[in-house]
């Protein structure tokens, strides 16, 4: 499975397509950590763009799941951003929005990014 990713300043940002299952959950999780271990090690961002993503099932929650678990312990973060409207519903239903923050847009999800990187007075 291939995951476009784009570089933006300190967050990597992932195009995620099609529809997440158990039939492909497996490589999606193998394409994932790369991107997850890269992240944590960095102390970076991982921002997923959702807006091309039609379905994702429980078996593509999961790999979500361990991927924001994994950069927790570290100073990497996780977000989601321009879920279309069953996504979203699937991401909310599933409580999802408590575990990643949830944007409406990948310029919304980068600005509050940028504001968090920023030094405080």
Do not use: W
Request: net charge neutral; glycine share 6%; hydrophobic share 50%.
């Amino acid at each position: 499975m291939q995951l476009p990713a784009t570089l933006h300043g300190e967050v990597l940002t992932i195009g995620l397509s099609g529809r997440i299952n158990h039939l492909n959950a497996s490589a999606f999780e193998a394409a994932m950590t790369p991107h997850v271990a890269s992240c944590k090690a960095s102390g970076g961002r991982l921002l997923l763009d959702l807006s091309q993503l039609e379905y994702i099932s429980s078996a593509g929650l999961r790999v979500l799941m361990i991927a924001a678990k994994k950069l927790l312990p570290g100073e990497g973060r996780m977000a989601v951003a321009a879920p279309q409207p069953v996504v979203r519903e699937i991401l909310e239903i599933s409580r999802f929005n408590l575990v990643f923050p949830l944007y409406e847009s990948i310029d919304v999800a980068l600005a509050v990014f940028a504001a968090a990187a920023e030094p405080r007075p």
